[in-house]
């Protein structure tokens, strides 16, 4: 629910400051800088996090603490990028099969009742689910319209 609200939080902050600077809307560029505090965000959680994050990842993935920071590394990455108009294209691909392939570690984590927070396994459960495929959907769709489209 944080990212969620982070993406829109900043989002419309964006829109409104971009108003006022410039006199125009620019949805596609406030949607951007939201999309970057969000990943920036949530980037966070990987180095904070690392240990109940690697539990996430599908068993037969070896490494799994530095596959979390890696992918720490990557959303950070693709924050900064997706703002240079020349890698914007790619990067917004990149960033959607991204959260295509984390996927799996979000139902893991549902079905396997992981609390990625305290590393334990006394987390939301199936239930989850309900709420992060779609927001891994909106997420997908975000990135296109404001960077592909």
């Known amino acids: 629910m944080k990212p969620f609200l982070i993406l829109i939080v900043v989002s419309i902050l964006a829109l409104i400051f971009i108003k006022i600077s410039t006199g125009n809307y620019d949805y596609a560029f406030s949607a951007r800088i939201g999309m970057s505090a969000m990943l920036f965000f949530t980037a966070l959680g990987h180095f904070m996090y690392a ?4 539990l996430m990842i599908p068993d037969f993935i070896p490494f799994k603490k530095e596959v979390i920071i ?3 590394i990557i959303e950070v990455f693709g924050a900064f ?3 240079f108009s020349e890698y914007r294209v ?3 691909w990149l960033l959607i ?5 984390i996927l799996p570690s979000n ?3 549902a079905v396997e009742n992981i609390n990625y927070q ?3 396994y006394d987390g939301p459960g199936l239930v989850y689910l309900w709420f992060r495929v779609p927001l891994q959907i909106f997420f997908i769709v975000w990135i296109y319209l ?3 489209r």
């Open 118 to 120: 305290k590393a334990t």
């Open 70 to 72: 890696v992918t720490g």
């Open 107 to 109: 139902i893991k984590a």
């Open 90 to 92: 790619l990067v917004a």
């Open 51 to 54: 240990d109940g994050m690697a």
């Open 81 to 83: 990028v997706l703002h």
């Open 146 to 148: 404001s960077s592909i």
């Open 97 to 101: 099969l991204f959260f295509i392939a």
